[in-house]
């Protein structure tokens, strides 16, 4: 009993459960569940360029380590991109065909001033002048602003220039990892009071829209486990067909690592056991080493999926519409947002806070509609990740000739 009131999935559940009597029985106690949900957020938001940040950098200064074998880093990093671009458009064009977000009934929504600017904004989206506003002109700015594609441009730049001192960018690569896990390591905490934020979201919502709210989020979640098992058994499965091995095998073969995810909700915890298993299945120990950490930050196809259909449903929430053409910028900007986002619970919503302040054309304040779901969602999201970092490293093991097949004994 102890173990299960502990439980971070128990605490949520029990916070959303007493966020919808208290915002049904007692309406008057929104303002302040708004407060409480509003200061979560705030939590969230203040890690957001730090660790946003820190991961890019790490990534891509990490590189340097990939290139000791060449094009095995190459075809690795462009499985990836193809791979995870897939899962973006994928999610969108869900999100866009179901359309979940249509029947929820936003308070933004209702205040024709606060639409009138966002739709607005919308209008005035241009790819020419989003990209040129990239460039900073004072780097110390774009952190004070928190203006998050400035903040990717200089980690950009930064990671590339660490990469190539080589050796003697060591010793500031190591600080950076231990910075990270710093910050991390806050963001553990915080998602610890995950259940109060999101008890007083969920009491917000449902104080000030009613229960019909419920029927769009469970469409959301609906819409996303859909999408996720689409991708895995279709999108996955034919490049499992491709490459001739089978998809069941494999799922067979990391069905304990799938069930510890499942109970962690974070594919960071089964890393270690996936190189063992991968090496089992017949990938060669290098193209491992290789893959499945670089995998943890560059291939997040159930967070890609997770973040393009928020996005979506959040702007069909406040009835601000989206051309194909700015969806294909927020494509372009959740493929680099997205980066290491896998490892740890609740990153996602950091970087889906963190898409919304890049686009600036749907309210952030909108994520909090999301804060009652969005721990069912993380299970999801964190076991599609991990089967696709286990499926790419198969196929880059088979296309480099260094896949052994070894049939498993009892899937262990």
Partial sequence: ?????????????????????????????????QLISKKFISLITLLIVPIIFLTIVLGIAGMHDRKKVGRVGGKALLYFEIVSTCALIIGIIVANLIRPGDGFVSKIAADTSKLAVYQKAAADMHWGEFVGNIIPSNIFEAFAKGDILQVLFIAILFGFGLSLMGEAGEPVITLFDKISKVFFNIMRMIMRVAPIGAFGGMAYTISTYGLKTLQPLAMLMGSVYLTMFLFIFVVLNIICHFYKFSL???????????????????????????????????????????????????????????????????????????????????????MITSKGAAGVTGSGFIILTSTLAAIKIIPVEGVAILLGVDRFMSESRAITNMIGNGIATIVI??????????????GA
């Fill in 1 to 33: 009993m102890k173990k299960l009131l502990s439980n971070l999935n128990f605490q949520v559940i029990t916070g959303i459960l007493l966020g919808v009597v208290v915002g049904y029985f007692f309406p008057s106690f929104g303002p302040t569940a």
């Fill in 248 to 334: 069941w095998q494999y799922l067979k073969f990391i069905k304990d690592e799938i069930l510890i995810v499942l109970g962690t909700s974070s594919s960071e915890s089964v890393l270690p056991a996936m190189m063992e298993k991968m090496e089992k299945f017949g990938c060669s120990k290098s193209v491992v080493g290789l893959v499945i950490p670089a995998g943890y930050s560059f291939n997040l196809d159930g967070t890609t999926i997770y973040l393009s259909m928020c996005v979506i449903f959040l702007g069909q929430v406040f009835h601000i519409p989206l051309t194909w053409e700015q969806q294909a910028t927020i494509i372009g900007i959740l």
């Fill in 397 to 410: 093991a088979k296309s480099e000739g260094e896949f052994t097949p070894q049939p498993p004994e009892g």
